[in-house]
């Protein structure tokens, strides 16, 4: 039997319920599987600094070094919760960057996945849907504008200023075009590099380093397109991209972008995946006007563990099936009142049931061989 110790972060507001959703599934696939899933609970986000005084405390962090792997919920207040946390401690600056930085996720995979089932949910027309929309976007995770030096002051004109830098260099590039290419070559090798070239610097060199990898995937098809055209395509014809790849601020922006053409962020979960260790969040936020109501959509937590078993555990099989699982959950009808509207072809269930009819289709599903 194979053992593996998780690091469960629940983090704040509906992050609790969803991650009570993604830990049955876990029991499942255990029960199914010649595995062994050690579950260690630790606390993150705002609910660690109001406890600890920080956002990502020591306990944790000794957690999270002893892990496999890393299941994390969702973090965050509304603005007037967060006023109360100090702005480096929030729990974004004092939590999620530095975690970042000590496991050097570089490589940020969040599926953009529309089939049939979940059509129903976009704002899109079906006719610019078509037979739904499958795109990975990569995004590198540990440069650019967020991890680059900061300044606040007040000039000598008197007028208070921020100063913040963009830096990456030509290994940070290179290493999560490397991913992009890879990516590509598993998929429908299209490869589209996104950049600001004709403004940036530093997509100049993200233009150079993307040609020189290149190189070594003559089988990918490469595609440079601006940032801003790139936001307009995603809405006018997503169909058009596969893998696209870009730097932090961008793939921040335009992820999000992505799941609004989903119809929710509820429906886009994450991997965050360095040398040695990776993340896994879904890619919404906290929402705290819903928490403790029982209606959030868990598909994105639960789909992060789909990318965990996939990509940490190799337990491809099972992974798939779990998608799979999900899947017939929104082709029978049913969502979480977060992502449907009254009056709409849809039977409303919990957050609890949703995640009960996740747990009764995947139990029906054949064991994959590993």
Same mark, same amino acid.
């Given at each position: 039997m194979t053992e593996y110790n998780i690091a469960v972060l629940a983090g704040d507001g509906i992050g609790e319920e969803i991650m009570e959703q993604a830990l049955k599934v876990l029991k499942v696939v255990e029960s199914r599987n010649d595995v062994a899933f050690s579950l260690m609970p630790g606390l993150f986000g705002a609910a660690a600094w109001f406890e600890t005084g920080k956002s990502f405390p020591d306990e944790t962090i000794a957690i999270c070094d002893k892990a496999d792997a890393i299941l994390k919920g969702t973090i965050g207040l509304g603005h007037e919760e967060s006023k109360k946390i100090p702005l480096d401690q929030q729990p974004e600056r004092g939590g999620l960057l530095p975690m970042r930085k000590r496991y050097d996720t570089y490589a940020n995979f969040r599926p953009v996945y529309l089939p049939p089932s979940l059509a129903h949910f976009s704002p899109l027309k079906p006719k610019i849907i078509g037979d739904g929309i499958d795109i990975m976007i990569i995004r590198e995770l540990v440069g650019g504008l967020y991890f680059g030096k900061k300044e606040t002051g007040v000039d000598e004109q008197g007028l208070r200023f921020a100063r913040e830098t963009l830096e990456y260099n030509e290994q940070q590039i290179?290493?999560? *075009?490397?991913?992009?290419?890879?990516?590509?070559?598993?998929?429908?090798?299209?490869?589209?590099?996104?950049?600001?070239?004709?403004v940036l610097k530093s997509s100049v060199l993200w233009t150079d380093v993307v040609g020189e990898v290149a190189q070594d995937f003559p089988d990918v098809e490469v595609q440079h397109m601006l940032?801003?055209?790139?936001?307009?395509?995603?809405?006018?014809?997503?169909?058009?991209?596969?893998?696209?790849?870009?730097?932090?601020?961008?793939?921040?922006?335009?992820?999000?972008?992505?799941?609004?053409?989903?119809g929710s962020l509820g429906l886009?979960?994450?991997?965050?995946?360095?040398?040695?260790?990776?993340?896994?969040?879904?890619?919404?936020?906290?929402?705290?006007?819903?928490?403790?109501?029982?209606?959030?959509?868990?598909?994105?937590?639960?789909?992060? *563990?789909?990318?965990?078993?996939?990509?940490?555990?190799?337990?491809?099989?099972?992974?798939?099936?779990?998608?799979?699982?999900?899947?017939?959950?929104?082709?029978?009808?049913?969502a979480t009142p977060d992502l449907s509207k009254p009056g709409t072809d849809v039977t409303m269930v919990s957050t609890g049931e949703f995640g009960d009819r996740v747990v009764a289709a995947l139990s029906c599903l054949p064991v994959p061989n590993r």
């Open positions: 290179r290493r999560i *075009v490397q991913i992009g290419f890879e990516s590509a070559m598993k998929r429908r090798k299209l490869l589209h590099s996104i950049h600001k070239s004709n940032v801003d055209a790139a936001a307009t395509h995603l809405c006018l014809n997503p169909g058009q991209f596969d893998v696209m790849v870009m730097e932090n601020l961008f793939g921040d922006i335009l992820s999000d972008q992505a799941g609004g053409i989903l886009m979960p994450s991997a965050c995946v360095g040398p040695d260790k990776a993340y896994y969040e879904p890619a919404h936020g906290s929402a705290p006007d819903i928490a403790g109501k029982n209606i959030a959509n868990p598909y994105s937590m639960i789909g992060s *563990v789909a990318m965990m078993l996939d990509l940490s555990f190799q337990m491809t099989g099972e992974s798939s099936n779990l998608w799979h699982a999900m899947e017939s959950v929104f082709a029978a009808g049913y």
